[in-house]
């Protein structure tokens, strides 16, 4: 396939073009897209360099896929300029999740919510991505009544300004801040922007994409995001109120079987999730698995994953992977 990769150069494009490595995507021509700032520098795809063009560049070009992470603005822009001219966009923005008319995916989630007719294939947001991976198999087992979710998000959830901000701080040397207060031995209860409610749109996110990603609509859902100044991951404190009782031998086994799940979970060898441990794996960790004994049928437990990767960049390649094996006609509708 013919492959874009727009936002080559940010933290989640890189990691993008890692991925594609590694898992041996059928890449036969390959499109790195960034800002001007950018141009005519060289990216590595499979030990071979090849230089930024411009989004008209790339759109000139025609590829069959593209792999969209250059932000909201651009995405809205760009996006549909692509898929009218037949390319598969696989965006990891904002801009198009929320849209009933494109799907939003998580393959180990809702692997048939994309049709050749969609064009346009929106990414979730790293926070909810492994939320889902592990709400979906409980719901079918014991029906999901609500669920409770406090995370504590990397900084390179916001980018490198965020990364240079944490280690200026520990440095003692000025740069840009990108977050209201220090973050540096510090935690800050906001991620994103406040919107209604007194909520965050990182906390919003959460709940919309995913009661669509899980096609429940009316999922009681309620969350606090918390940055922390560590990298390699985002980390959720989660407790799930279910319709039925469960057995928790059960539970960790029907987790421990679930596709894109890996199972840490022994208190007594000091065995549980971190960001230090999922960081460059693609799988979402789940520990710390226990009842909550103050209301009936209720669990807590602690879910991690490397947000630049399955959260962002692997979720996205897995996407395409379901796409290109068969590579799905291509119609003239671009959503």
């Known amino acids: 396939m013919r492959v874009a990769v727009v936002g080559a150069t940010g933290l ?19 499109f790195p897209v960034a800002s001007a700032a950018s141009h005519g520098k060289p990216v590595t795809l499979n030990d071979r360099e090849y230089p930024v063009i411009s989004l008209q560049e790339s759109l000139d070009l025609k590829p069959d896929l593209a792999l969209f992470s250059a932000g909201a603005s651009v995405s809205r822009e760009w996006a549909p300029r692509f898929a009218e001219a037949g390319t598969r ?29 969609n064009l346009i294939i929106a990414n979730p947001n790293c926070s909810t991505i492994q939320l889902v991976v592990v709400l979906k198999p409980l719901h079918d087992h014991y ?48 991620c994103d922007v406040f919107e209604d409610g007194g909520y965050t749109k990182e906390e919003w996110k959460l709940v ?46 029907l987790l421990s079987r679930s596709p894109g799940i890996l199972v840490q979970d022994d208190p007594s060898s000091n065995l549980y999730p971190m960001p230090r441990t999922a960081h460059n794996r693609d799988e979402v960790f ?38 290109a094996v068969p590579y799905p006609p291509i119609l003239a509708n671009p959503v």
Request: charged content about 25%; overall charge neutral; hydrophobic content about 40%.
């Open 12 to 30: 989640v494009g890189q990691v993008l073009c890692r991925v594609l490595e590694e898992r041996r995507f059928p890449v036969t021509e390959f």
């Open 89 to 117: 966009v696989i965006d990891n923005s904002s801009a198009w999740r929320m849209d009933p008319a494109i799907p939003l995916m998580v393959p180990e989630v809702n692997p048939t919510a994309c049709s050749s007719r």
């Open 143 to 190: 029906g999901i009544k609500r669920v409770v979710v406090s995370t504590y998000q990397s900084v390179t959830g916001t980018g490198y300004k965020a990364v240079d901000q944490m280690m200026a701080e520990r440095e003692g040397r000025e740069a840009i801040r990108v977050y209201p207060h220090p973050i540096d031995l510090n935690a800050i209860p906001q």
């Open 208 to 253: 919309r994409e995913s009661r669509k990603i899980m096609g429940l609509p009316e999922l009681a859902l309620t969350a606090t995001t918390v940055r922390i100044p560590v990298q390699g991951g985002h980390s959720e404190s989660v407790n799930i109120a279910f319709e039925r009782d469960f057995d928790l031998g059960e539970l960790r086994s």
């Open 286 to 323: 789940v520990g710390r698995i226990r009842r909550d004994f103050s209301q009936p049928n209720s669990l807590n437990c602690w879910i991690v994953a490397d947000n630049l990767r399955k959260g962002a960049a692997t979720n996205a390649v897995q996407i395409a992977e379901l796409l």
